[in-house]
């Protein structure tokens, strides 16, 4: 088995910045794409930024020049740099990994809250 498991959400003023990371454990052969998705009350989960194993990102457009998304594949983590937070930007984020043998696994998700 494999997991993942996110730390760094908190509460932070409009524009401030977080990181979150996400830290894949287990049985773990090799990982590919890996991305953050975010949840607001009430809306369905959609996707902030993605990176490949190659290190080629993508940006949704709500977040692009605010949000960077790195990996070390040597650590198997990915992180996501995200700054100007914005009010609407306050949601629940899921980290998510594509492994091989064990396919898509997502973390628990950790609350980010963007308020004065």
């Known amino acids: 088995q494999v997991q993942l498991v996110e730390s760094g959400g908190g509460l932070v003023q409009p524009g401030g910045s977080l990181r979150l990371s996400c830290a894949a454990s287990?049985?773990?052969?090799?990982?590919?794409?890996m991305g953050w998705y975010r949840q607001a009350p009430g809306k369905q989960r959609d996707l902030v930024a993605t990176i490949t194993s190659g290190g080629r990102s993508n940006y949704a457009d709500p977040v692009k020049g605010r949000f960077t998304i790195s990996r070390d594949n040597a650590k198997n983590t990915v992180v996501l740099q995200m700054n100007s937070l914005k009010p609407e930007d306050t949601a629940v984020y899921y980290c998510?990994?594509?492994?091989?043998?064990?396919?898509?696994?997502w973390g628990q998700g950790t609350q980010v809250t963007v308020s004065s």
């Open positions: 998510k990994a594509f492994f091989s043998v064990w396919g898509d696994y």
């Open positions: 287990g049985s773990i052969v090799s990982i590919g794409n």
